[in-house]
């Protein structure tokens, strides 16, 4: 168990609709990262936060988007879904400054019908 | 851009031998950090093993250590004593900054490799 929370574990939804995923990381941990695991593309870096503030992005689509409250939890949003959004969804979390050793949540699996 | 190349898709051991999985990389970054994931077919993501590019040793931890070849730009994995629970997917990745500075960033990762532990 890394002690990054994720929640759903699963997720099955329509196209054209909106769902939220929710990530609590680890205990101390300010540093929070969104990676999306598809067939085709691969493991693929969407977003970084760092306590609160967007730090980092990657290639993230303007249907997507996240924020972490003060609590340190995050939550990526997704909208107006297609089919090819079905992926695994990832959160890890890392203590910063002092490493970035990331440890990832057992992540979301969103399949879009 | 960083670059992670793992040309094994699938590798077949027998159990009890030590297995080497390939990972070159490409950075023009001066400090760099490399990670090793495991990946079992539950689908979560395990830490295994961290090497940081000033580090002066391979990293080790357990059965699982880290080629590291800094002018080859290679970072393989040793795993030493395979076993069956050891079957799982494998992914190099790495990031832009060592352990040693802020900068947490995101991991860069190759395509992995499927490792099959046979009985």
């Known amino acids: 168990d890394s002690g990054v929370t994720q929640t759903p574990k699963h997720l099955i939804t329509a196209t054209g609709q909106r769902v939220t995923l929710r990530c609590s990381p680890r205990s101390g941990d300010l540093s929070v990262y969104w990676y999306q695991q598809s067939l085709d593309q691969g493991l693929q870096f969407l977003i970084q936060y760092y306590n609160g503030e967007e730090r980092a992005k990657g290639n993230i689509l303007e249907r997507f988007s996240a924020q972490q409250f003060p609590d340190l939890h995050s939550e990526l949003n997704l909208s107006s879904l297609e089919l090819g959004d079905s992926a695994l969804y990832f959160c890890a979390s890392s203590v910063a400054p002092r490493g970035n050793e990331q440890f990832f949540g057992p992540g979301t699996r969103l399949t879009v019908l | 851009a960083q670059k992670i190349t793992q040309t094994q898709p699938g590798m077949f051991v027998q159990e009890k031998e030590a297995v080497t999985l390939d990972c070159t990389y490409d950075t023009s970054d001066p400090s760099y950090g490399l990670f090793w994931y495991k990946q079992p077919s539950s689908g979560e993501m395990i830490f295994l093993i961290y090497q940081g590019s000033y580090d002066q040793q391979n990293a080790t931890e357990g059965r699982y250590s880290l080629n590291f070849q800094k002018a080859r730009k290679s970072a393989n994995l040793v795993i030493s004593a395979s076993q069956l629970g050891d079957s799982a997917m494998y992914f190099c990745?790495?990031?832009?900054?060592?352990?040693?500075?802020?900068?947490?960033?995101?991991?860069?990762f190759g395509t992995g490799t499927r490792l099959t532990i046979i009985p």
């Open positions: 990745a790495m990031t832009r900054s060592d352990i040693s500075n802020f900068g947490n960033e995101k991991l860069t």
